[in-house]
């Protein structure tokens, strides 16, 4: 997911109505659409669902970090296109594109930045939802290990984040209707089924055990996810009884 799309930058006589080559993996579509889906509904819970939908708001938190630790780890041992040091704008990469000379299948060296401005934008929403509280009915997991005033710090940075992040997306979506209507290349499909039809590119090279590598990657997000939103931190709270009555004289 890029707020500035992938441009192959490839030969444009690759038709739309070719096969194509595969690109983008199977686990790489599902987490963007399932960042997308979380998003949508982290707003609403936040913004429409009261007090009552509170708790979803939180479980959904600990799904977005469960998402996020599962593409930084997809990232090292995912196949060639999803891994970051296949589209790191390095400045040679910059400086080729911006001369035309680039040539790919993945991410063009602006849409890779886009890739690393977005996952920074979720890290650090993640990381204040964290600490945040909303004064009625909820405290993120490690709240109490910063206080009270601390706490109302991290949630104004919570919200502040939050539209940082929309105006990010709808620079996405404006991109993708740009190329769409503008330069009649369509971008969705391609993450959708995963291949695009670029001239002159082969498929991506994809590595050994790649199921195996999908299910450590999943077993690490979700405990990961788990522990943090488990509060270890936070030791329980112990009954205390009342002290004893003493006698007026």
Same mark, same amino acid.
């Not at 704008?89 to 400086?95: E, F, K, N, Y």
């Not at 080729?96 to 602006?110: D, E, M, S």
């Given at each position: ?17 070719? @096969?194509?080559? $595969?690109?983008?993996?199977? #686990? ?33 938190? %600990? ?8 593409? !930084? ?12 040091? %296949?589209?790191? #704008? ?5 400086? /080729? ?7 790919? /299948?993945?991410?063009? #060296? ?14 650090? $929403? ?39 992040? /929309? ?22 499909? @391609? ?6 039809? !670029? ?6 090279? !994809?590595?050994?055990?790649? #199921? ?15 522990? !943090? ?8 709270? $112990?009954?205390?009884? @009342? ?7």
């Amino acid at each position: 997911m890029s707020a500035i799309p992938a441009d192959t930058g490839a030969s444009a006589s690759a038709s739309e109505s070719e @096969p194509g080559v $595969q690109v983008w993996d199977l #686990p790489l579509r599902l987490f963007h659409w399932a960042l997308v889906l979380s998003i949508a509904a982290a707003y609403v819970t936040a913004e429409f669902g009261g007090s009552a939908w509170t708790d979803w708001h939180g479980r959904i938190g %600990s799904f977005v970090l469960a998402l996020l630790v599962f593409r !930084v780890i997809w990232g090292f041992i995912g196949t060639e296109h999803a891994r970051f040091r %296949s589209f790191l #704008p390095t400045p040679a990469r910059v400086a /080729a594109y911006l001369r035309g000379r680039w040539r790919g /299948a993945g991410h063009n #060296p602006l849409g890779a930045l886009s890739v690393i401005v977005l996952l920074l934008l979720v890290a650090a $929403q993640i990381a204040s939802g964290l600490f945040a509280n909303d004064d009625i009915a909820f405290a993120g997991p490690l709240s109490d290990a910063v206080g009270k005033r601390t706490s109302d710090w991290f949630t104004g940075w919570h919200e502040r984040i939050f539209y940082a992040l /929309a105006v990010f997306i709808g620079l996405h979506v404006a991109a993708v209707l740009f190329y769409l209507l503008v330069r009649k290349s369509n971008l969705v499909v @391609p993450m959708v089924t995963g291949r695009k039809a !670029v001239a002159g590119v082969r498929p991506a090279i !994809v590595p050994n055990h790649l #199921p195996l590598r999908f299910a450590v990657a999943v077993l690490i997000a979700g405990a990961t996810a788990w522990l !943090v939103f488990s509060d270890p931190l936070s030791a329980p709270v $112990q009954a205390t009884a @009342p002290p004893a009555a003493t006698a007026d004289w």
